[in-house]
């Protein structure tokens, strides 16, 4: 499977409707698509979904500071 997808292959790929993928895109929840395209990294809301579902937090000390450093 390719990693980039057209908005409705994204969705289909994860299981949304269109409707609700176009939301939780609208608010933040899964990354636009990428910049200067119309294509979705599913990479990039395969770690979203993690983050979600709380399997993508920090798994140990030092992922958790870069983390802080990354974000500041």
């Given at each position: 499977m390719a990693r980039l997808q057209s908005e409705k292959a994204a969705?289909?790929?994860?299981?949304?409707?269109?409707?609700?993928?176009r939301e939780w895109?609208?608010?933040g929840r899964l990354p636009p698509p990428?910049?200067?395209?119309d294509?979705?990294?599913?990479?990039?809301?395969?770690?979203?979904?993690d983050l979600m579902?709380?399997?993508g937090t920090p798994q140990n000390a030092l992922d958790?500071?870069?983390?802080?450093?990354n974000a500041g």
């Open positions: 969705a289909s790929t994860i299981g949304l409707e269109m409707a609700t993928f895109v609208r608010t990428v910049r200067g395209t294509l979705y990294d599913l990479r990039a809301i395969e770690a979203a979904l579902s709380g399997i958790s500071f870069l983390e802080t450093r």
